[in-house]
């Protein structure tokens, strides 16, 4: 027998070094040089809750921008600018001021001359606001005509949309008349078009007349005009009980993402009409029906629910009693059926 064939290792054995042969090892230290292997999720002994859980590092800009992009979709479905202002508030990052009003503007490129409106009133009411003031509005413009050669990409009327929101801004006092002649190192051709377009249109006689209705038909006056219509179709109902003109009241409306507030303000009603009985009676009737025959869905019940709720500390300086008022209107919704009590316990007012 050859010494090959009566060695004890043989072909495969150990190597230089130790670093082992088929089916063995490696040499010492091959672990870290060719790091942990992955996890057999099929081995019977692998224990999960041994896993190192990593948790992703988003950037706080990302985060916010997030955030913004969600009040920005509920503040164009509802309209209410205060309740915008003060999620934003939620926030507490008034460093990332000047990007919200960015987000703003470049998210209203891109919708419809009713967002666009929103967006204008929007602005004036974030130039009252103490967390965002005059400074950062400017500086959101200037980081939206920063980018505008990118807008117009996806944006081919940027520059014409940018200029009514400025000229808009200057007349709402938002931003000074001083803005149309700033220049800025990131401005090009285009941010500098926005510009002189916006200075043209402040020119003329009844400037503000005509740039309250830059953005045509859809103007702001449409969030108002809803509103005072939902407000006419409870009043009517509650004196007339005719639930048939309240649905086609309410389907001429033609903005189911708005029926939310048809909810709110009925409960508004509601907390204000506490100690009349048959008034409060037509309201859950009516909400009840509009439930029944789907003018309502939950989700819009519940929202409505939460959006008076988050309104409760403003309704307290008229009627103190509004928290128990509120609790009240929704235990008979809840008896009603159109809000269930799951919901119920969740807006219940924290007692404080």
Do not use: C
Not at 237 to 257: H, Q, W
Not at 301 to 308: D, I
């Amino acid at each position: 027998m050859s010494s090959a064939s009566g060695s004890l290792v043989g072909p495969g054995g150990p190597k230089k070094e130790g670093a082992g042969g088929k089916g063995t090892w490696g040499k010492p230290g091959d672990e870290y040089k060719y790091g942990t292997p992955a996890p057999d999720l099929n081995d019977p002994n692998y224990d999960s809750t041994e896993e190192d859980v990593v948790i992703p590092n988003i950037p706080p800009r990302v985060q916010f921008k997030e955030s913004a992009q969600k009040i920005l979709e509920e503040y164009f479905s509802s309209g209410e600018w205060d309740d915008a202002l003060k999620s934003l508030s939620d926030l507490d990052n008034p460093e990332f001021s000047a990007e919200f009003v960015k987000q703003a503007l470049i998210f209203a490129l891109e919708r419809k001359e009713r967002e666009r409106e929103l967006t204008s009133v929007l602005i004036t009411h974030m130039y009252e606001d103490k967390n965002i003031g005059p400074d950062n509005i400017i500086q959101g413009f200037v980081l939206v005509l920063s980018r505008l050669d990118d807008l117009v990409l996806d944006t081919p009327d940027a520059e014409q949309v940018l200029s009514i929101f400025l000229a808009r801004a200057i007349v709402d006092d938002a931003v000074p008349p001083a803005f149309l002649n700033r220049e800025e190192t990131t401005f090009g051709l285009r941010a500098r078009q926005v510009q002189e377009l916006a200075s043209g249109m402040l020119k003329g006689k009844h400037v503000a007349q005509r740039l309250l209705h830059g953005w045509g038909p859809g103007d702001g006056k449409s969030v108002k005009r809803l509103k005072e219509r939902v407000l006419l179709v409870l009043e009517e109902y509650i004196s007339t009980r005719d639930l048939k003109e309240a649905d086609k009241g309410v389907r001429e409306l033609n903005s189911p993402s708005f029926h939310f507030y048809l909810v709110k303000r009925a409960i508004t009603m509601g907390i204000e009409r506490f100690g009349k009985a048959k008034d409060l009676e037509g309201l859950h009737e009516l909400l009840g029906a509009f439930y029944r025959s789907q003018v309502l869905s939950q989700q819009q019940v519940e929202k409505g629910f939460r959006s008076l709720k988050t309104s409760l500390p403003d309704l307290q300086l008229d009627i103190p009693d509004a928290p128990n008022r509120f609790a009240s209107f929704a235990a008979q919704a809840v008896k009603t059926g159109y809000l269930t009590d799951k919901a119920r316990q969740e807006l219940a007012p924290s007692s404080s």
